[in-house]
């Protein structure tokens, strides 16, 4: 089993920056066989959307309403996913999720849809006031 452990989340003003991140912990063969991790967030009354992603051979996408702003990376030695969140804006409001997936999902062009990561962690709240 994998676990998701998400932090870095909190209030910050219209403009102003977060970083997000991931710890990973699990089996070594599980986590060796990650091919995508991601981010996704849902705010109240709103589905659950991919923000960002970044696969196994570190190809990279993200959603249109954070290109240019956010940055996700990944750093294998310490198990851990980031993303940079710059300039954030009030509708960037929302539950963050950290999510993992298998070799089955091809997340190069895209984040991904909420079923097809298997692996999820709690979520952290990012709230952007103006």
């Known amino acids: 089993q994998v676990q998701l452990v998400e932090s870095g989340g909190g209030p910050v003003q219209d403009g102003g920056s977060l970083r997000l991140s991931c710890a990973i912990f699990?089996?070594?063969?599980?986590?060796?066989?990650?091919?995508?991790m991601g981010w996704f967030r849902q705010a109240p009354g709103k589905e659950r959307e991919g923000v960002a992603a970044?696969?196994?051979?570190?190809?990279?996408s993200y959603a249109d309403s954070v290109k240019g702003r956010f940055t996700l990376s990944r750093d294998h030695t310490k198990n851990t996913l980031y993303l940079q969140m710059n300039s954030l804006k009030p509708e960037d409001t929302a539950m963050y999720y950290c999510?993992?997936?298998?070799?089955?999902?091809?997340?190069?062009?895209?984040?991904?849809?909420?079923?097809?990561?298997?692996?999820w962690g709690q979520g952290t709240q990012v709230t952007v006031s103006s």
């Open positions: 999510a993992a997936v298998g070799p089955d999902v091809d997340c190069s062009n895209s984040p991904g849809e909420e079923n097809e990561y298997n692996y």
């Open positions: 970044i696969d196994s051979d570190s190809s990279t």
């Open positions: 699990g089996d070594t063969y599980n986590i060796y066989n990650i091919h995508c």
